[in-house]
């Protein structure tokens, strides 16, 4: 069973840096792509990044490209998600999410960790 833990949330003024963790245990992830998503007050969940656990390809939302960088660590079996000169409208609860290669859909959800950018 595939289990993904967030952690690294908090509060940062705009022009700061955070870096999210997303421990994954379960399985062997070289066949998943990694995401990243993340949800506001009142909107819905939007894609922020994700990377292909075996060859490291990488996609990230045009909101955000250039500022966050999405990365994992093989032998510690956690993704990353490095995000830099942060807006007020990066606030957020942001979420891991891990789906298999040549699936469209996610369905394996961490429990969230909140992000509130201060302007």
């Known amino acids: 069973q595939v289990q993904l833990v967030e952690s690294g949330g908090g509060l940062v003024q705009a022009g700061g840096s955070l870096r999210l963790s997303c421990a994954a245990s379960?399985?062997?992830?070289?066949?998943?792509?990694m995401g990243w998503f993340r949800q506001a007050p009142g909107t819905a969940r939007a894609f922020v990044a994700a990377?292909?656990?075996?060859?490291?390809?990488?996609a990230y939302s045009d909101s955000v490209k250039g500022r966050f960088t999405i990365s994992r660590d093989n032998a510690k079996n956690t993704v990353y998600l490095q995000m830099n000169s942060l807006k007020p409208e990066d606030t957020a609860v942001y979420y891991c999410?891990?789906?298999?290669?040549?699936?469209?859909?996610?369905?394996?959800w961490g429990q969230g960790t909140q992000v509130t950018v201060s302007s």
């Open positions: 990377i292909n656990w075996g060859d490291g390809n990488t």
């Open positions: 999410a891990a789906r298999r290669i040549f699936t469209t859909a996610y369905d394996n």
């Open positions: 379960g399985r062997a992830f070289s066949s998943y792509i």
